[in-house]
């Protein structure tokens, strides 16, 4: 079946650090990929997307490629923010399927000054 | 502009009595989904509805069940079957077709039993 590995957090980096969160999958042919991020008391908001392999996705200087070859899609920003603070979830959609995500178990950021 | 509005943010329920929250989107979107998430956790699927009049189960639907009369509205009833209903609820929407679509989220009803 489908699946999404995520590194555990929390994640604690000082301000201006860079960031990796790590994700990686499992599902047959080319999956579409997702990075939502998740605020203290809301919703899960879209951050970027890839369709296919070696798509780079890019949001608020949030960058993630899509690696077919090791089936990963890892999230970096070179300087994050105290702003940046909140919960990451990757996710993908099978290719050749109506819309049904699969989710990571989520990865916590906090940005400290 | 369009979204998902979930009502309402904050909803208290007594111990043996069901509780519906509302969920509604004007995206035109033909698939609703009901997510639950515990402090802490990742998402687990409640329901999901693909077209009007028709819903799947989830991950986890015992002890919820739901509706889907309209396009538009997609409310979950918390039963009294369900043991430990204290969770943050998510509502979201999609585009059926293809797969290059994410969901959409609403902001989400935090659910107490006291």
């Known amino acids: 079946g489908n699946s999404v590995t995520q590194m555990e957090g929390p994640v604690t980096l000082s301000e201006e650090a860079f960031l990796t969160i790590n994700c990686t999958y499992t599902?047959?042919?080319?999956?579409?990929l997702f990075w939502y991020v998740q605020y203290p008391g809301e919703g899960l908001q879209l951050l970027l997307k890839?369709?296919?392999?070696?798509d780079k996705g890019s949001n608020k200087g949030f960058e993630a490629t899509y690696r077919k070859e090791t089936t990963s899609f890892h999230l970096e920003k070179g300087s994050v923010q105290v702003s940046d603070s909140a919960v990451y979830f990757c996710?993908?959609?099978?290719?050749?399927?109506?819309?049904?995500?699969?989710f990571g178990t989520g990865t916590r950021l906090q940005v400290t000054l | 502009d369009g979204g998902i509005t979930q009502s309402p943010k904050y909803l208290f329920r007594k111990e043996g009595q069901n509780v519906t929250l509302s969920c509604e989107q004007n995206l035109n979107h033909d698939a609703m989904y009901w997510y639950r998430q515990d402090p802490g956790q990742g998402l687990r699927l409640i329901y999901y509805s693909q077209i009007v009049n028709d819903f799947q189960k989830g991950d986890i639907a015992e002890g919820y069940s739901v509706s889907r009369e309209k396009k538009e509205s997609f409310p979950l009833t918390v039963t009294s079957a369900q043991k430990n209903p204290t969770a943050f609820y998510l509502c979201a929407s999609s585009i059926v077709r293809g797969s290059n679509y994410g969901y959409t989220f609403g902001s989400g009803t935090r659910l107490t039993v006291v």
């Open positions: 996710a993908l959609n099978p290719a050749g399927t109506a819309s049904k995500l699969t």
């Open positions: 890839a369709t296919k392999a070696d």
């Open positions: 599902a047959t042919g080319y999956p579409s």
